[in-house]
């Protein structure tokens, strides 16, 4: 029996029926264009939000913490050794936040293959003065070639250009809320007070704006040496060392590593970020599942029309096979109209999910909270129209399996007799 | 002689179990040999149309053995059997049974698909010629449901012929038909075991049909009761 007959046969079948067909095949369309666009939407919306925080965290982050001493003086007795001893209330010592010898660790890691780039930054505490009022405020003192390289520091600039933070002496850029606040505009000159009463006269060039309004009123940022001349410090002085890896996924052993190696308190994303990775696979999983579900049902439908069109076909299957076809000749040609209909509408499918991506794409959205995005986000990537299609096809082929089946066991001697 | 002879029912007993245990045939034995224009006649319950089915390989659930071209067929597949009866049996129904989505002509050609011997070509010319024999050449084109009764019977005669079959089975042939066409059939049927020397068996209630044919045989409550 030649494939081209089975085909032959199954065709005109399908032809008989062309409306349910076409329903069926719909059903496959509309479920693989919405697996499709819903899950690329999905996927875009999770890597929007999870760039907001991820992109702008450091996968290890070098830094000194205030933590009280490991080891207590009673520890070092040697009179109370194998002693059990519960103290109440341990200060912390008096550590400096600064990384000793920062620029070697700098140097060290710049060497190393696993990282993508190292960026060292300060953090002052001062207060901005607006007349009588001072307000709370944080300045991030930053290399700001390396934290547009590794965070993308220019997307959250909102006016301004960045790279004057390095030309201008004495420059800042604002965080928004505390912009507002003060009612600071590009050019102005404002003061700041620091922690050891000395106060600066801060031109602004900028604004910055992370989407997080709470930050935006306390953040502002600095050059580094700006920064350093705040607090009072040499021009080694340096808080923080950020890194960023080639392997995210190494994060928590390289932080481990250079724990140990730099003898430093060293965190990793995974550690500073649990609750984004779980909400991503959380809504990813949701996603899936309705995805899934789509597909399952429209795979319902295919068995309900081939159920139909066997009922109705009766003495067509009950003539092949008394003209001498076999039981496994008929399950083929079910077999054919179910996988025509899966391939058929998985194509269309995978099209109209394409064109419904770029629609969605196409729809403005605007949020103040990220300057750089201007249209709902999706991702198009190639493993959803893959999954897509071959969930679609297996779908098929057991939607259609089953009545196939049944129809290879028909018996003619009952059809025929029947009449 | 023993060669002649095409098919070959020993002893073929059926019962049906449900409700209650009833007998259909009861030691049926016959021979047909090649060339024989035969009819089985019984009235309506004598259990013929099942002798058929069973002849036909369509129907296993019985005992008793049947010889086809002197090859037991028991401990055949379904696929074996189906290959069998594509290859050697015709059938020609009392529902004439043509599949309305093909035209006359691909109705005729579809069991020489299955036997794939000859290409779609020759199959097709084949077929025509059938048609052509059976005088309604010019339907070859026509879909089946756009025939009359008598039409589409000379169809299924010619697709029972297509594969060259050594034995065609009827099952009331003419019970749809007018007399007319009813003589047609039978005239058709006269001429494929006189020119093709086709084995012939025929089942039917219609008296004056079967008395026309060489050989009667008639079935009473499951026995033969006439030969």
Not at chain 1, 83 to 103: D, G, L
Request: aromatic residues 10%.
């Amino acid at each position: 029996m030649k494939v081209k007959h089975i085909t032959e046969i199954a065709g005109a079948l399908m032809l008989a029926r062309w409306k349910q067909t076409l329903v069926a095949a719909i059903g496959v369309t509309f479920s693989i264009a919405f697996f499709i666009s819903l899950l690329g939407f999905m996927e875009g919306l999770n890597e929007l939000l999870d760039g907001m925080v991820l992109n702008r965290t450091p996968h290890v982050r070098l830094y000194n913490d205030i933590l009280p001493s490991k080891l207590q003086p009673i520890d070092l007795s040697k009179e109370y050794k194998n002693h059990h001893n519960f103290i109440s209330s341990v200060k912390p010592t008096n550590t400096r936040k600064e990384i000793y010898n920062a620029q070697q660790i700098i140097n060290k890691l710049n060497k190393d293959e696993r990282v993508l780039g190292v960026a060292p930054k300060i953090t002052a505490q001062v207060f901005y003065n607006l007349g009588n009022i001072d307000l709370n405020g944080i300045i991030n003192g930053v290399d700001t070639e390396q934290e547009e390289k590794l965070f993308s520091f220019s997307d959250y600039v909102i006016g301004g250009n960045y790279k004057e933070l390095k030309i201008i002496p004495n420059s800042i850029i604002l965080g928004k809320g505390a912009a507002e606040i003060m009612m600071a505009k590009i050019g102005d000159i404002i003061t700041v007070t620091s922690t050891e009463g000395e106060q600066f006269s801060l031109k602004v060039i900028g604004f910055f704006q992370s989407g997080i309004a709470e930050i935006d009123k306390v953040q502002s940022y600095a050059n580094l040496s700006t920064t350093q001349k705040i607090l009072g410090e040499s021009s080694n002085y340096i808080s923080d060392i950020q890194i960023k890896l080639k392997d995210i996924d190494q994060a928590p052993a390289l932080a481990r590593e250079y724990g140990n190696f730099f003898k430093i308190d060293a965190e990793d994303i995974q550690t500073a970020n649990a609750q984004f990775e779980t909400g991503s696979s959380v809504r990813s999983i949701i996603s899936y599942a309705v995805g899934i579900t789509l597909l399952i049902v429209s795979g319902f439908g295919i068995y309900n029309i081939l159920n139909m069109l066997i009922y109705e076909k009766m003495d067509t299957i009950a003539i092949l096979k008394a003209t001498g076809f076999a039981g496994a000749d008929v399950k083929k040609i079910f077999l054919t109209i179910s996988m025509s209909i899966g391939i058929a509408g998985a194509l269309a499918g995978l099209l109209f999910g394409f064109l419904l991506s770029l629609v969605i794409d196409a729809i403005p959205f605007h949020t103040t909270s990220l300057p750089t995005v201007t249209t709902y986000p999706i991702n198009y990537g190639i493993q959803y129209y893959s999954i897509a299609a071959i969930f679609a096809l297996a779908t098929t082929y057991l939607a259609g399996w089953l009545p196939a089946r049944k129809a290879s066991k028909v018996d003619p001697v009952l059809i025929i007799r029947g009449k | 002689m023993e060669n002649n002879v095409v098919l070959e029912a020993r002893s073929i007993c059926k019962s049906f179990h449900d409700p209650v245990r009833i007998d259909v045939l009861k030691d049926v034995s016959f021979k047909l040999s090649r060339g024989e224009y035969a009819s089985i006649i019984g009235r309506s319950g004598s259990g013929k149309s099942t002798l058929l089915y069973i002849l036909s390989t369509m129907d296993t659930d019985y005992t008793g053995e049947l010889f086809l071209d002197n090859v037991s067929i028991r401990s055949k597949s379904e696929k074996q059997l189906a290959a069998i009866r594509n290859e050697k049996i015709g059938f020609v129904f009392q529902f004439h049974y043509l599949l309305n989505e093909f035209t006359a002509l691909k109705n005729v050609m579809l069991p020489g698909f299955k036997l794939n011997k000859l290409s779609e070509a020759e199959l097709e010319h084949n077929a025509y010629e059938f048609l052509k024999d059976l005088g309604i050449e010019k339907l070859a084109h026509k879909m089946a449901y756009q025939l009359s009764g008598g039409e589409k019977q000379r169809v299924a005669i010619a697709r029972a012929m297509i594969n060259d079959p050594l034995i065609i089975m009827c099952d009331e042939p003419t019970g749809n038909l007018d007399s007319k066409n009813a003589d047609i059939v039978f005239n058709i049927f006269k001429e494929l075991t006189e020119t093709f020397n086709k084995t012939l068996l025929v089942v039917t209630h219609d008296l004056d049909f079967a008395e026309k044919t060489e050989r009667i045989i008639e079935l009473d409550d499951g026995r033969i009761v006439g030969d």
